[in-house]
């Protein structure tokens, strides 16, 4: 596991010395999609601020007191709270709907995604869902049951030959053997089969676009994709109509009224 070098001391002084109201996010993923955010509302009005990791981000939250007359903002992924529920002391911190903000991304953009695969594609992503959701029921499961466990998945990527099987859509049983795997609760397996778009970590749903664009490189003629576009899609479908109550329009109207609020020093 990576060491954050985004201290929350370190932030904490940043935050201090700051002129402008403050967004915290969690990382660098995050923030391919929440500089939209900014470009949308205005750079000049907020700054956002990226913490390298959801636990930084809650700790600072935690020391609030230390910066109370500044105006900050809280954005964070709910992760395994959306198994349970949020804690109550961290009610004034904005989640997301969703396990992840790629979540949220994607059940705004899904019917469009669903759109730009061919129906070969379909299937595959169908299959290849499937595997990722008994997988990872499997680590909610652990994760439940062991106190301690890691729950760190930033280095697991079906995109890595050594994780996943392209050929035989499945994980290779060195990632297995190394991770572990049992029959997952039958219970948990059913939460996610039944909402994975809110359940499976959504950068592992958005992994399956990227595998299969770039398998269309092979093939002459294909439009393919990036992620950073497939995220622009999808935020693109949510704002479409501001009207429509998609998870990017309550991001939008929350960074708006946290603008334009006027905080008593």
Request: hydrophobic letters at 35%.
């Amino acid at each position: 596991m990576r060491t954050n070098p985004l201290t929350p001391d370190i932030l904490i002084k940043t935050l201090k010395r700051s002129s402008l109201p403050t967004v915290l996010v969690e990382g660098k993923d995050d923030f391919l999609i929440y500089r939209k955010f900014q470009n949308k509302i205005g750079a000049r009005f907020v700054s956002f601020l990226g913490c390298g990791g959801r636990n930084t981000l809650l700790n600072i939250y935690d020391r609030k007191k230390e910066f109370s007359n500044k105006k900050v903002m809280f954005i964070a992924d709910k992760d395994m709270w959306v198994f349970s529920s949020v804690p109550e002391k961290y009610n004034d911190i904005i989640f997301t709907k969703g396990y992840s903000i790629e979540n949220d991304l994607y059940e705004d953009g899904q019917l469009f995604l669903n759109e730009i695969l061919e129906s070969n594609e379909k299937e595959r992503f169908k299959i290849i869902i499937n595997q990722l959701i008994l997988w990872f029921a499997f680590e909610v499961n652990k994760i439940k049951s062991e106190e301690e466990y890691n729950t760190e998945f930033s280095e697991v990527t079906i995109l890595s030959k050594n994780t996943f099987d392209r050929e035989l859509n499945k994980f290779t049983d060195n990632f297995i053997s190394k991770r572990g795997k049992e029959d997952a609760d039958n219970e948990i397996v059913k939460k996610i089969v039944d909402s994975f778009v809110h359940k499976l970590r959504g950068k592992f749903i958005f992994q399956i676009f990227e595998l299969l664009f770039q398998e269309r490189k092979n093939k002459k003629g294909k439009v393919t994709y990036t992620k950073e576009q497939l995220f622009d899609l999808c935020y693109t479908e949510g704002i479409r109509d501001k009207n429509n109550e998609t998870n990017m329009n309550r991001l939008v109207n929350e960074l708006l009224k946290f603008k334009n609020y006027k905080k008593n020093n």
